[in-house]
């Protein structure tokens, strides 16, 4: 038996003498003890290390005066002195710290302090009395750490201090308040009881931080703003619900009627005539200030998606010093020919002058929005024309731009060619939103896995299959861009 186990057995030993004292109340006779000697758990190690006889029991025992005492014949178990404890002091600990908590200087209803009492301890509460008035005289029994007013009171170590002002209340942006309150409500409405760590996501994706920091900076600070607004939400287990109300309006959205002069056209011959229920959009109205705020987020997202490209243009080309002279001309220049559309007429406007072209005509298409698929939500669809200017159509502000704007008939139209990088997803979540089939698409992710090795770069592989479409329908490829968010 190496030093280890000889160790671990002699533990062993002293643990089983002392568990059969507790047993027995901690006193037994050193008879009595070495009867157990014949105890299965016993083994012949412990044996020999406590020896099987009394005397080699009592000495084994005496060693450990720590343990046991020996009286006699009588072998008990060493009590041990309870360190003593002053409740008085626990008590003046206890409702001293919770005036703390009220700021320094600040006097403090006695009944308020009083109703800490509930949470202490069984002894202090003993103490500190049962009734108010038995509280006042605990208090005022012990001077030297508080103060009496009348029926306040007051941390007598605080007593040459001022009473701490109350912090200025943070000034929240309404028009931003409104808004996020306006896109939770689509969502929820939408996508069904959303948890607040996947709501918070989307509002990190989708709004600049400067939007929504001042309001809430985690998913926990999201709650307790979304409990606020208890006539718009419910709350539970951290997951976010639309709440029931009768007094609000709801509209259906049209995007799902059938438009039969589309539909007519369709290669296929096929006709729709149902589609996925389309989401139901609350018929309240947005305030100027809560458009000119959304307008101001989108283009500040712009502007990060400008120097997006720029850095990945320098690093794939290995010239940043020329992107960087020039970086300042071309962010306004986009940012010119970038134009924010929410109103219906002005979108109506604009797919009207796409589908009276005579020519040819060729756009750039996109989608944003959240995890878009079968089940997404589109928040905002992207147009490039050939001419270098793009639009923003801002689904969130005006989900009416679908239908009564045009994109819809835009689209479906045959006439105009879509050029998309992979389509799979925006054409799954247009039907399933909107009821839109895409006609007349050119996905430049299919012509890149169609004609192009994977060895070759994929953005620049993307740039020169649009540059080279480009060409054969004679456009020039420089006055054509699309801004992706």
Request: glycine share 4%.
């Amino acid at each position: 038996m190496d030093t280890a186990q000889y160790e671990s057995v002699k533990n062993r030993t002293v643990l089983f003498f002392y568990e059969r004292l507790i047993e027995k109340g901690g006193r037994r006779s050193l008879h009595d003890l070495s009867c157990q000697f014949g105890a299965k758990e016993f083994t012949n190690d412990m044996r020999r290390i406590a020896g099987g006889t009394e005397s080699t029991l009592r000495k084994f025992l005496s060693e450990r005066p720590h343990l046991f005492t020996l009286d006699g014949d009588m072998v008990n178990i060493k009590k041990r002195d309870a360190p003593t404890r002053d409740i008085r002091e626990e008590a003046v600990q206890y409702f001293s710290n919770k005036l703390r908590q009220y700021g320094e200087g600040t006097e403090v209803p006695i009944k308020t302090l009083f109703g800490h009492r509930s949470q202490a301890s069984r002894e202090i509460r003993h103490i500190c009395g049962q009734q108010i008035d038995e509280f006042r005289t605990f208090l005022s029994m012990n001077s030297n750490d508080f103060i009496l007013y009348e029926d306040n009171v007051k941390l007598k170590e605080y007593a040459c201090t001022k009473p701490q002002p109350e912090p200025e209340a943070v000034k929240v942006d309404s028009a931003a308040s409104s808004h996020l309150l306006n896109f939770f409500k689509l969502c929820i409405d939408i996508k069904g009881p959303l948890p607040a760590d996947q709501l918070y996501n989307h509002v990190q994706t989708l709004f600049p931080e400067d939007v929504w920091s001042p309001i809430f900076k985690t998913p926990q600070d999201l709650l307790s703003f979304i409990r606020i607004h208890s006539n718009l939400f419910n709350v539970r287990a951290r997951t976010i619900y639309s709440a029931q109300r009768t007094d609000c309006k709801y509209i259906k959205s049209n995007t799902n009627i059938n438009n039969n002069n589309d539909i007519n056209n369709n290669n296929s011959g096929s006709s729709i005539t149902t589609a996925s229920s389309p989401p139901v959009v609350p018929t309240e109205n947005i305030t100027d200030s809560s458009i000119n705020f959304r307008k101001t987020a989108l283009a500040k997202g712009v502007n990060s998606s400008v120097r997006k490209v720029q850095a990945a243009t320098a690093g794939n080309d290995g010239n940043i010093a020329s992107v960087s002279v020039q970086e300042d001309n071309w962010n306004a220049q986009v940012l010119q020919r970038t134009k924010i559309i929410a109103n219906t007429k002005e979108c109506l406007d604009l797919v009207e002058d796409i589908l009276a072209s005579e020519e040819r005509t060729v756009i750039s298409f996109d989608c944003k929005g959240i995890n878009l698929g079968e089940k997404g939500l589109i928040t905002q669809i992207e147009i490039g024309l050939t001419n270098g200017e793009a639009y923003i159509l801002d689904l969130v502000t005006s989900p009416n731009l679908v239908v009564a704007g045009g994109l819809k008939r835009l689209l479906q139209s045959k006439k105009v060619l879509k050029v998309i990088h992979d389509c799979s997803s925006v054409s799954l979540n247009l039907y399933n939103q909107y009821g839109i089939t895409l006609n007349n698409v050119f996905d430049t992710q299919v012509a890149n896995l169609k004609f192009v090795p994977f060895t070759f770069n994929f953005s620049t592989t993307i740039l020169q299959l649009v540059i080279n479409l480009f060409n054969l329908v004679n456009i020039n490829p420089i006055q054509f861009y699309t801004v992706h968010m």
